[in-house]
């Protein structure tokens, strides 16, 4: 055979296989969506993956292929939420020169996504029930946190060198009080509106929450500087 002969088998070998390469990824992503919404509401435990399935448009034997079982499915799910949050975290425009304004424009960030992606709460809402067992098995949910932590350092940093902050700030502290006003209200929307007679999913309130949050990020940053 000659090599214009393979040549051409190969190109032809590599077309046929581009659509099949193409509808693999499109079932994949099928799956892993739909197994974020069967997850995030029904938790690992009541999640079925009969119902994934079908919503995904594929059957049993796709989803095993892919993800091996039900374990490695939930787990592709938590790290592929993880890696969205922290790949729209490294697209923010942060200037270290100004450290404050980069630390209201993680705390805005933060308090949208979580707003604008409410299976990803649930998601995580249901492995907390579970004690975070997956996330602790998972090099990838610790792994992608690991420029988010330097981000807050040299935020520090600066704002210490500039006499902007305080002393005695904590990256790891700071960044659960910023999850935390980002997410709590959400995750207890329903019982705190009925027990303190507030709309929380009003969108003033929720304008309102975050003017707060932003405030109460600035003043803990600025206590004690010089």
């Given at each position: 055979?000659?090599?214009?002969?393979?040549?051409?088998?190969?190109?032809?070998?590599?077309?046929?296989?581009?659509?099949?390469?193409?509808?693999?990824?499109?079932?994949?992503?099928?799956?892993l969506?739909?197994?974020?919404?069967?997850?995030?509401?029904?938790?690992?435990?009541?999640?079925?993956?009969?119902?994934?399935?079908?919503?995904?448009?594929?059957?049993?034997?796709?989803?095993?292929?892919?993800?091996?079982?039900?374990?490695?499915?939930?787990?592709?799910?938590?790290?592929?939420?993880?890696?969205?949050?922290?790949?729209?975290?490294a697209?923010?425009?942060?200037?270290?020169d100004?450290?404050?304004?980069?630390?209201?424009?993680?705390?805005?960030?933060?308090?949208?996504?979580?707003?604008?992606?409410?299976r990803?709460?649930?998601?995580?809402?249901?492995?907390?029930?579970?004690?975070?067992?997956?996330?602790?098995?998972?090099?990838?949910?610790?792994?992608?946190?690991?420029?988010?932590?330097?981000?807050?350092?040299?935020?520090?940093?600066?704002?210490?060198?500039?006499?902007?902050?305080?002393?005695?700030?904590?990256?790891?502290?700071?960044?659960?009080?910023?999850?935390?006003m980002?997410?709590?209200?959400?995750?207890?929307?329903?019982?705190?509106?009925?027990?303190?007679?507030?709309?929380?999913?009003?969108?003033?309130?929720?304008?309102?929450?975050?003017?707060?949050?932003?405030?109460?990020?600035?003043?803990?940053?600025?206590?004690?500087?010089?």
């Amino acid at each position: 055979m000659t090599d214009a002969v393979l040549d051409a088998n190969k190109a032809e070998a590599d077309i046929d296989s581009a659509p099949r390469k193409r509808n693999a990824e499109r079932t994949r992503k099928a799956i892993l969506a739909a197994a974020l919404k069967e997850f995030s509401q029904a938790g690992f435990a009541g999640a079925r993956i009969e119902r994934i399935v079908k919503a995904a448009k594929c059957n049993i034997r796709m989803l095993y292929h892919y993800f091996g079982d039900k374990k490695g499915l939930y787990m592709a799910v938590l790290e592929s939420a993880y890696m969205d949050l922290r790949a729209r975290e490294a697209e923010l425009k942060i200037d270290f020169d100004q450290p404050l304004e980069g630390f209201l424009e993680l705390q805005r960030f933060t308090f949208d996504y979580f707003e604008k992606n409410p299976r990803f709460e649930g998601l995580l809402r249901n492995e907390n029930l579970q004690h975070g067992k997956f996330a602790a098995q998972s090099r990838v949910v610790t792994e992608t946190a690991f420029p988010l932590r330097r981000t807050i350092e040299k935020l520090i940093e600066s704002g210490q060198s500039k006499g902007l902050f305080g002393p005695n700030l904590d990256p790891v502290q700071i960044y659960v009080t910023i999850a935390a006003m980002s997410r709590f209200h959400l995750a207890n929307g329903y019982s705190l509106s009925a027990t303190l007679n507030t709309d929380m999913s009003a969108p003033e309130w929720r304008r309102a929450r975050l003017d707060h949050a932003l405030a109460l990020l600035e003043g803990y940053l600025t206590r004690g500087a010089r």
